[in-house]
């Protein structure tokens, strides 16, 4: 479960790491009304789940109340990379020297929690980490004792920070662990960490995704999450009965099993495309979950194609077919090419039933994967 940026930082500022004051807002009179009594200047920042918002457009500064409506009104209801924005932090905009960053998650692969920091914070870290990952300095924590302070200090000068600030920087990355083990975090982290010209510490954004499993120790917690899911696909997956999660591509894929979907997923990776979602329609796929199922796939807007991967075990391939057919009937014109691959259970029956004027049919997995993969190409 991801947490938005007010919401972690709520959780970090009762920890004690340092935060902008801020307050949210849902309309253009509440962003001017908490300007107002924050005092200009102040950053606009759209509340949904992408990274690089500033770049999109959906973080501004405002000096006054002009510019205040002016932004409110603009990030207010806009369309941030497929996700529209209902809610903003207000923040007091903090006057920067330099950004750096700091996280903590979990390195599966030594199978410890791992620090890390480095001075190259600000917008993309994943592009540091990519083609400069020396920039990025790491210790690894047991989880039986946790980050001491002389491995956060380690961490912190071997990232290069300056001496001046490494004392604060240390004290906020063993918070941030501490914050990280208490509340069954998978995730930390603050990009930018804001030095002011007094050379204090300011958290200016903050991620915080909490393992689903724990959630029931704690409740505070579930009832972050509630208000998190305000994504519309992902209330329309949990209106449908759907497992879905969306991805950052443009393949949409839909199958029955999880485990499949998977393999589906890895696939179109694997031909060079890109999963837009994983969405898992479970069995007894009866012509109403195929339509609802491409309801879903056609709506979001970064989907350009999708693949349909259906084993029939009990689920007949004659009626996944049917069903594929009637959904897609509907439609005058069809928003997006569908490529189908039925297996298992009347797997030849139903290819023949499909209606090759509404999808293209393909025998095997990986020639389905490759047209869809193909075909998203085309459509782009
Ligand atoms: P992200 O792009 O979604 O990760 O959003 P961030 O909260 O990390 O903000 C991205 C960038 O916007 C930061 O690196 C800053 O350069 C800028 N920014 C965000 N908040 C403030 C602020 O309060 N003051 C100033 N001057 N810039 C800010
Ligand atoms: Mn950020």
């Known amino acids: 479960m991801r947490l938005h940026e007010y919401q972690a930082k709520e959780v970090f500022a009762d920890a004690g790491i340092p935060t902008p004051e801020a307050e949210l807002a849902t309309s253009v009179d509440e962003v001017v009304a908490v300007a107002e009594r924050i005092g200009y200047p102040v950053a606009v920042k759209a509340q949904v789940h992408v990274g690089g918002r500033g770049k999109a457009g959906g973080i501004k500064l405002a000096e006054d109340v002009e510019e205040a409506e002016d932004v409110a009104e603009d990030i207010l209801g806009m369309d941030l990379k497929g996700y529209k924005v209902d809610k903003v932090l207000v923040e007091e905009a903090v006057d920067f020297v330099d950004e750096l960053y700091v996280g903590i998650t979990l390195d599966r692969g030594e199978g410890k ?17 990519e083609e400069n990952p020396e920039a990025i300095a790491r210790e690894h924590i047991d989880p ?33 662990y501490d914050l990280w083990e208490s509340n069954d975090a998978s995730d930390a982290e603050i990009n930018p960490l804001m030095v002011t010209s007094d050379d204090d510490v300011v958290a200016a954004d903050a991620v915080l995704n909490i393992d689903e499993d724990a959630l029931f120790r704690h409740p505070d917690l579930a009832e972050m999450e509630e208000e998190a899911a305000e994504d519309e696909l992902e209330a329309k997956a949990n209106e449908y009965g759907f497992d879905y999660v969306r991805l950052d591509g443009n393949v949409g894929i839909i199958g029955n099993g999880a485990g499949l979907v998977m393999t589906t997923l890895d696939l179109v990776d ?6 837009a979602n994983f969405l898992d329609i479970g069995g007894g796929a009866k012509a109403e979950r195929v ?63 499909l209606n090759d004027e509404l999808v293209t049919v393909e025998e095997t997995l990986e020639g389905a994967v490759q047209r869809a993969v193909e075909y998203a190409e085309e459509a782009e």
């Open 291 to 353: 339509t609802n199922a491409l309801d879903m796939v056609f709506s979001d807007e970064n989907v350009d194609a999708v693949v349909f991967n259906i084993f029939g075990g009990i689920t007949r391939g004659d009626e996944v077919a049917k069903g594929i057919n009637e959904a897609l009937e509907q439609f005058d014109e069809i928003p997006k090419k569908v490529v189908v691959r039925l297996a298992g259970t009347n797997a030849e029956e139903g290819r023949e039933i």
């Open 270 to 275: 694997y031909y060079g495309g890109e999963p």
């Open 113 to 129: 929690p791992v620090a890390m920091v480095s001075t190259e914070g600000g917008v993309n870290i994943e592009e540091v980490a």
């Open 144 to 176: 039986a004792f946790g980050l001491h302070a002389y491995q956060a200090r380690k961490v912190v000068y071997d990232a290069g920070v300056p001496r001046e600030l490494a004392r604060d920087v240390s004290s906020v990355l063993q918070t941030l």
